[in-house]
Protein backbone atom coordinates (compact mmCIF):
# COMPACT_ATOMS: atom_id res chain seq x y z
CA UNK A 1 0.00 0.00 0.00
CA UNK A 2 1.38 3.46 -0.90
CA UNK A 3 0.92 4.45 3.45
CA UNK A 4 3.68 1.44 4.05
CA UNK A 5 0.85 -0.84 5.59
CA UNK A 6 0.23 -4.44 4.91
CA UNK A 7 -3.49 -5.86 3.66
CA UNK A 8 -4.01 -9.19 3.71
CA UNK A 9 -5.72 -10.73 0.37
CA UNK A 10 -5.44 -14.28 0.50
CA UNK A 11 -4.90 -17.58 3.15
CA UNK A 12 -5.02 -20.93 2.67
CA UNK A 13 -3.67 -24.23 4.37
CA UNK A 14 -1.00 -26.59 2.51
CA UNK A 15 2.37 -27.75 2.33
CA UNK A 16 3.50 -25.39 -0.79
CA UNK A 17 2.31 -22.48 -2.70
CA UNK A 18 3.26 -20.29 -5.73
CA UNK A 19 1.61 -17.17 -7.08
CA UNK A 20 1.68 -14.64 -10.34
CA UNK A 21 -0.12 -11.46 -11.66
CA UNK A 22 -2.18 -12.01 -14.45
CA UNK A 23 -2.77 -9.29 -16.35
CA UNK A 24 -6.44 -8.38 -15.69
CA UNK A 25 -4.84 -7.64 -12.06
CA UNK A 26 -5.51 -10.45 -10.16
CA UNK A 27 -3.62 -12.91 -8.96
CA UNK A 28 -3.58 -16.58 -9.19
CA UNK A 29 -2.62 -18.67 -6.34
CA UNK A 30 -1.35 -22.46 -6.87
CA UNK A 31 -1.64 -23.81 -3.45
CA UNK A 32 -0.43 -27.53 -3.01
CA UNK A 33 -2.86 -29.39 -0.43
CA UNK A 34 -1.05 -32.69 0.22
CA UNK A 35 1.44 -34.31 -2.39
CA UNK A 36 -0.66 -35.14 -5.61
CA UNK A 37 -3.49 -32.17 -5.03
CA UNK A 38 -2.84 -28.64 -6.30
CA UNK A 39 -6.21 -26.25 -6.13
CA UNK A 40 -5.46 -22.89 -8.37
CA UNK A 41 -7.20 -20.08 -6.77
CA UNK A 42 -8.08 -16.25 -8.81
CA UNK A 43 -7.61 -13.60 -6.50
CA UNK A 44 -9.01 -10.53 -7.43
CA UNK A 45 -9.21 -8.28 -3.75
CA UNK A 46 -8.40 -8.41 -0.72
CA UNK A 47 -10.37 -11.28 0.93
CA UNK A 48 -11.90 -12.45 -2.16
CA UNK A 49 -10.89 -15.45 -4.05
CA UNK A 50 -12.37 -17.83 -6.79
CA UNK A 51 -11.76 -21.46 -6.89
CA UNK A 52 -11.03 -22.67 -10.08
CA UNK A 53 -10.17 -25.93 -9.96
CA UNK A 54 -8.12 -29.00 -8.59
CA UNK A 55 -5.25 -30.31 -10.14
CA UNK A 56 -5.24 -34.65 -8.55
CA UNK A 57 -1.52 -35.77 -10.13
CA UNK A 58 1.61 -35.02 -7.99
CA UNK A 59 2.88 -31.70 -9.91
CA UNK A 60 6.62 -31.61 -10.40
CA UNK A 61 6.78 -28.24 -12.00
CA UNK A 62 4.36 -24.99 -12.79
CA UNK A 63 4.09 -21.97 -14.96
CA UNK A 64 2.19 -18.75 -15.21
CA UNK A 65 2.41 -17.43 -18.52
CA UNK A 66 3.71 -13.34 -18.79
CA UNK A 67 0.43 -12.28 -19.62
CA UNK A 68 -1.00 -14.39 -16.53
CA UNK A 69 -3.70 -16.04 -18.15
CA UNK A 70 -2.35 -19.64 -18.70
CA UNK A 71 -0.92 -21.85 -16.17
CA UNK A 72 1.61 -24.55 -17.68
CA UNK A 73 1.37 -27.52 -15.15
CA UNK A 74 3.97 -30.80 -15.43
CA UNK A 75 2.56 -33.65 -13.84
CA UNK A 76 3.83 -37.48 -13.42
CA UNK A 77 2.62 -40.85 -13.36
CA UNK A 78 4.41 -44.32 -12.54
CA UNK A 79 3.10 -47.33 -13.85
CA UNK A 80 6.26 -48.99 -12.67
CA UNK A 81 4.18 -51.50 -11.03
CA UNK A 82 1.01 -52.11 -12.90
CA UNK A 83 1.92 -55.36 -13.54
CA UNK A 84 0.82 -55.86 -10.19
CA UNK A 85 -2.70 -55.26 -11.01
CA UNK A 86 -2.94 -58.37 -13.59
CA UNK A 87 -3.51 -61.87 -12.69
CA UNK A 88 -2.87 -65.15 -14.47
CA UNK A 89 -3.86 -68.37 -14.16
CA UNK A 90 -0.05 -70.75 -14.71
CA UNK A 91 -2.30 -73.98 -15.51
CA UNK A 92 -3.93 -72.31 -18.91
Do not use: C, M
Not at 53 to 59: C, E, H, S, V, Y
Request: glycine fraction near 10%; charge should be neutral; aromatic fraction near 8%.
Amino acid sequence: LASGGVEHWYQGAGSRAAAGYSAAGSVLVALFLNRETVAIWRVTAPGKAVPLGQIPRPINWLDLTATGDLLSVLTTETHGDLWLSRRANPDH
